[in-house]
């Protein structure tokens, strides 16, 4: 067969051409250290790791969105472990406004505490974050959620709890609502509630109370009537119920300190009641820590002279010590909770760290070159293509190619 000198030439220069394209290649490979240039070097491969590419993404927004949650939550941390001790210096004034041998001029003064106590919870409960969101406004971040008002303060915000998505299949709260934080707390022992009449003159003091039977309890209110013989001096009590139950009450001898039963209930009243006086027993609520401490400078800026005065101080000191009680408990549910989102949050940035380590290896693997593969092929590729130059000069025996050699 005839090979026409045009035709040696052109199949001697593709060669040449072809060998030098796959050098540059190479070279290309081991200088950007990936074996694949194009899709075209590895489909699968290349489909393969463009889905790592966008598993490493997407893992990096998680972590991203995990680190402003923290963020988020430590702040709120902060700010609710001086709500903490704020409310134990509220404890504190109580305790020291409950000794028999101050005057009411040396309560007042308690009293002007719980002023500063109340406008620098106040300013807890508006604290803002670092990007001058307000913390416990729920999802109106931009509306101050506290404020002012006659029975201590109104809330603003609402009940949402900002979201956080932290991995694929989860989303964690990273704010409370303030309603939750300030106004979650119940009064009296978180079934019910008692309290003095205001209008009583005896010395009753009535106690918390706990529940003897929780399948007796219903949400019914109900009243205690003390009632004094003037003859005998025997004292009775008769409680009543709300609604009116079908068989009513019968009046029961009173002792100072036995326990009272009924409805599922417990508590007992120490002291001696005057004829007409009166306790309620109605079920808990909850209660704004600012309430109560409004509630508790009223009653400390009240005079309590005479026995009938000391008495309404105990019984109003131990109806707030015990709302306090029960909001340092709210907090600290509060705490705990953030507390175990922060922990979780930990675990899923571990989990995004190994996630983030095996991502890589992958795409690694997929596209990166071996290095000794690649010098191996690039040194055989200039061998070869050098080879083929000087086969070729010689085959053509060009001057061209001569002066190149």
Not at 130 to 144: E, L, W
Not at 203 to 221: E, K
Not at 314 to 321: E, F, G, P, R, Y
Not at 330 to 357: F, M, P, Q, Y
């Amino acid at each position: 067969m005839r090979i026409s000198t045009n035709t040696m030439y052109e199949m001697g220069s593709r060669q040449i051409s072809e060998l030098q394209v796959g050098l540059a290649k190479t070279q290309q490979q081991i200088s950007t250290n990936r074996r694949i240039l194009t899709p075209a070097d590895d489909p699968v491969a290349a489909a393969a790791a463009l889905g790592m590419d966008q598993a490493l993404s997407i893992n990096a927004q998680f972590t991203t969105n995990r680190s402003n949650a923290k963020s988020a939550l430590s702040e709120e941390e902060s700010v609710l472990q001086s709500v903490t001790s704020l409310l134990q210096s509220v404890k504190d004034v109580i305790v020291g406004a409950g000794n028999g041998a101050l005057d009411d001029a040396q309560r007042k003064m308690y009293a002007t505490q719980l002023h500063s106590n109340f406008d620098e919870l106040l300013g807890l409960a508006n604290s803002r974050d670092s990007s001058g969101n307000y913390i416990f406004s729920g999802y109106q971040t931009s509306s101050q959620p506290f404020s002012k008002s006659v029975s201590g303060a109104a809330y603003a915000g609402d009940q949402g709890q900002r979201m956080t998505q932290v991995e694929a299949a989860r989303q964690l709260a990273t704010s409370d609502s303030g309603s939750t934080v300030f106004e979650g707390a119940s009064t009296g022992n978180g079934r019910f509630v008692t309290a003095a009449g205001a209008s009583n003159t005896g010395s009753g003091l009535i106690s918390t109370g706990s529940v003897a039977d929780l399948a007796q309890l219903t949400d019914h209110d109900f009243a205690v009537t003390f009632t004094v013989n003037a003859t005998t001096g025997a004292t009775t009590y008769l409680v009543t119920e709300t609604p009116v139950p079908a068989i009513p009450a019968t009046a029961q001898p009173y002792v100072s300190g036995q326990a009272i039963t009924f409805g599922g209930m417990q508590f007992d009243i120490k002291g001696s009641p005057e004829n007409g006086d009166t306790f309620s027993v109605k079920p808990s609520t909850q209660q704004s820590i600012f309430t109560t401490i409004t509630d508790l400078i009223a009653t400390l800026s009240t005079s309590a002279a005479g026995s009938n005065g000391k008495t309404k101080l105990a019984n109003n000191l131990a109806t707030a010590n015990n709302n306090v009680a029960n909001a340092l408990d709210n907090i600290s549910s509060i705490r705990s909770s953030v507390g175990s989102r922060l922990k979780e949050i930990d675990n899923l940035d571990s989990a995004g760290s190994e996630l983030k380590i095996q991502y890589t290896k992958t795409l690694t693997d997929l596209q990166d070159i071996d290095p000794v593969e690649a010098y191996s092929r690039f040194t055989q590729q200039q061998y070869t293509l050098e080879a083929a130059r000087q086969s070729f000069i010689k085959i053509s025996g060009l001057s061209l190619f001569n002066m190149l050699s």
